[in-house]
């Protein structure tokens, strides 16, 4: 989808013809573009890099990866013309990630704006284009409310009221509202809800590790251990299952083999500031 969009703009966009694309920016070429090598190719300062690093920068951020997400943040500055509540989110969260608070909070409330303006639009569209909106709603909601909430933005009523206005259809919408919920302090809704995504898919790493981190949040590691075990087997390279692993390890009183687990987290996504915090850990 990115690469169909920057192919899009290269046929339209008035500020370069498109003979003039270097060819590291050429989707055409049946290679993944590299957007970091796409950008250094491309005339400084013009529109057309300013959005190859937003690419690059949302293709990191969702990659996990918020140490280039946050310099090619840096980088752009400004969105210009690219501005929209995707953008907003997903840099409000990298700056959340790497501890750049009141950016978040003003990236956070910038994204809520475009969304609540895209509200009033949306009335009357299709049921198919209706769900579709839906779903990316929830989405982009889920990222930022918990960012409104620490931020005391407030913003955040309205926008939580509007989160929980959204009907929750599937596993996924339940999975997600366990992790928001987990996020503003409600353990028991955030543990109802992340029951059933568990249940209906008990081999979903993401899911038993959302349980597992829940349970520790609420004062009850010795539960979420087996959970975050099961979740380590099956993603153990996400940075995030083997923080959780690490604070449900600490919170059980194996002391040593949390600190091993931390490390790990560390090691995999060293930008994120959470991870560099030490956890409390009382051996049993």
Not at 122 to 134: K, R
Request: net charge negative; aromatic share 8%; hydrophobic share 45%.
């Amino acid at each position: 989808m990115i690469t169909l969009a920057f192919a899009l703009l290269l046929t339209t966009a008035p500020m370069e013809a498109p003979q003039d694309i270097p060819a590291v920016c050429d989707p055409a070429s049946g290679v993944e573009t590299d957007w970091v090598a796409c950008a250094g190719a491309l005339p400084e300062g013009s529109q057309l890099q300013r959005l190859a690093r937003l690419y690059g920068a949302s293709e990191a951020y969702q990659n996990r990866d918020y140490a280039a997400a946050e310099r090619l943040f840096d980088q752009v500055g400004d969105f210009g013309p690219y501005a929209s509540d995707s953008l907003y989110t997903f840099r409000a969260d990298t700056w959340r990630q790497v501890g750049r608070d009141k950016e978040a909070t003003a990236d956070a409330r910038a994204a809520w704006e475009l969304l609540s303006g895209e509200a009033a639009t949306q009335e009357g569209s299709p049921a198919a284009g209706a769900a579709e909106a839906e779903d990316r709603r929830r989405f982009l909601l889920s990222l930022i409310l918990p960012i409104l909430k620490a931020g005391r933005d407030p913003a955040f009523e309205e926008a939580f009221a509007a989160y929980r206005a959204l009907p929750v259809k599937d596993v996924e919408g339940y999975a997600t509202l366990a992790l928001v919920l987990e996020q503003l302090g409600d353990f028991s809704g955030a543990l109802e809800a992340s029951l059933v995504a568990v249940k209906a898919e008990p081999a979903n790493a993401g899911y038993l590790n959302n349980h597992c981190y829940i349970l520790v949040r609420a004062g009850r590691a010795a539960e979420g251990l087996p959970f975050c075990e099961k979740a380590v087997q099956g993603a153990p390279q996400i940075g995030a299952v083997r923080h959780s692993l690490a604070a449900a390890l600490a919170g059980a009183g194996r002391c040593a083999e949390a600190e091993a687990a931390l490390a790990e987290a560390r090691r995999l996504e060293p930008a994120t500031v959470l991870y560099q915090q030490p956890l409390a850990c009382v051996a049993a």
